[in-house]
């Protein structure tokens, strides 16, 4: 009665101290909080946008002109574009996705656009909204009417788009643009190329106007207006306007990013400000921090010697899935976050299993070693059944979830796999190594739990 009286007073001393270490590093945590941006400007990981800030749009698709059949795939056509086009910002893991016609969306097919780091929401808008539509026309015959303007000085000037009728070929026919310079005067210039189709529709076009201009149109204006020398059967065309260097390789990216197969109406936005992100991540970490400290201090009050062993195993774990968020990478947002600190108590499972296993193996009479190996062997199916089947319900959620339910199946499931491998090897490793094998009171205490001797 003593011995168990005294064991309580010692594990109730060493909690309470384990304890107050807690609330000391929580303390810390919420005076500190430049220590933890220093850390994540040192160590970057991928922000997602409720974390780093950024825009939040939802537009509608006018698919009333699309078979019904088509409908799926000229949404999919639609998500490709966009994400080309927002990728030529080089915005940090947008994430751009689409909604499918019901109850929900109203009937309607819907296009949600996140755009991490863009807190301005008129240029989120622009990188989605603009166009280039290129254009090739002819000139028009002599007796077409010219339409002209009169200012009121009496001068006239005849309409440019008047003079000029659309040929067949558009930017449709496009297959890539590209960026060169003129070899004399250096001055940027954008490189056509067709496909087959444009090929020969721009090759009909030169052959009939040998000696004429054909004018290259932008977005309904005129930037080049070149007299044909002769029939250009290769299907190249250059655009050379007065460009400054960052304007033509705009003007390529938008260009290869092609037209949008359906129009388009912005529904919504929503801006997420930098500072809501920045009090997530803080309280992500606070939360991480004691959460790893409270399973800490469960095993070792609970399990003692194998407890401490979890306890360095865990941290073997949390580095790995760190260190996986970053080689992947991993986008992490809220929810990646907390599927992170719930794998976290998750990781201790495997270990609980194999402990209580080794307890009632040493209770049975075997020795510790004995009971070492015999519990890790009797309690692999358990651990494998359970653990398995958390991976399957994250590839479940992360194969049909939305974007926020694939971010927490993601770092769940890591998570999960990791933790296998921290407490089937590393766990054993380090308890093989203790070599124990002869069995005494003190070395039974050590492997005892909770108030037993």
Known sequence: MKKRIILALIILVFGSGVAFFVFKTESKLNKNFETQKAFFKKFPFRLGLDLSGG?????????????????????????????????????????????????????????????????????????IGQTPILEFKTEAPKDTPKNATVDKDGKITLDVNSQFIATELTGRYLKRATLEFDQNTREPRVSLQFDDTGTKLFAQITKDNIGKMVAIYLDGAPVSTPVVREEIPNGQAVISGNFTPNEAKLLVGRLNSGALPVPITLLSTQTIGATLGE?????????????????????????????????????????IVLALFKLLPVTLTAAGIGGFIISLGMAVDANVLIFERMKEEIKKGNSISLGIHTGFSRAWPSVRDSNTSSIITSIILFWLGTPLIKGFALTFGLGVLVSMLSAITISRIFLYALGIEKSNSFTKFLFGSGFSK
């Open 55 to 127: 825009s939040h749009l939802i537009y509608k698709a006018d698919v009333s002109a699309v078979p019904s059949g088509e409908v799926s795939s000229s949404m999919d056509a639609l998500r490709d574009v966009i994400e080309r086009r927002v990728n030529l910002f080089g915005v940090s893991e947008p994430v751009v996705q689409v909604q499918r016609g019901g109850f929900i969306s109203g009937g309607g097919e819907q296009l949600i656009v996140d755009l991490p780091g863009v807190t301005d929401v008129k240029l989120a808008v622009e990188m």
């Open 279 to 319: 009090s997530a991540v803080n309280a992500g970490v606070k939360a991480a921090v004691i959460g790893f400290l409270l399973v800490a201090l469960f095993l070792i009050l609970w399990y003692r010697l194998p407890g401490f062993i979890a306890v360095v195993a865990l941290s073997f774990y949390t580095a």
